[in-house]
């Protein structure tokens, strides 16, 4: 008889980083998918009139709207880092367990700090 457990309690699973970075690119990715008609929408109502594009700059001064789409540009930014890391796994590059760790601190390094630097320009 097998002692394998009959369900796996998720939320006592830990992750190594990798994985975790796996996770959070896919979650990227579905969250810039279910943003991009609001995005597209965004971009037709500023093309529409002058009075519209005016009114949508009101909108994207304020601290919270500006914030949401920090975090938006944050998510792109992780996803191309994550998606340039899985390509290299995908090439055979980087298979091994420490460059693994070690790619994976990089691309939240490297997102991070390409987020605050286009953050601070766009703030």
Not at 18 to 34: C, D, K, Q, Y
Not at 95 to 100: C, R
Not at 102 to 111: E, H
Request: aromatic fraction near 10%.
């Amino acid at each position: 008889m097998s002692k394998r457990p009959k369900y796996l309690n998720l939320f006592q699973i830990r992750l190594p980083l990798p994985g975790v970075m796996s996770i959070m690119h896919r979650v990227s990715g579905a969250v810039l998918f279910l943003a991009l008609p609001v995005l597209l929408c965004w971009l037709q109502r500023s093309l529409t009139s002058p009075d519209t594009f005016t009114s949508l700059q009101a909108t994207f001064s304020h601290g919270f709207t500006k914030l949401i789409l920090i975090g938006l540009l944050w998510g792109y930014l992780h996803h191309l880092c994550a998606g340039i890391r899985h390509l290299m796994l995908d090439l055979d590059y980087g298979t091994g367990l420490e460059t693994a760790r070690l790619t994976s601190l990089l691309v939240f390094a490297v997102s991070i700090t390409l987020t605050l630097v286009a953050g601070a320009l766009l703030w």
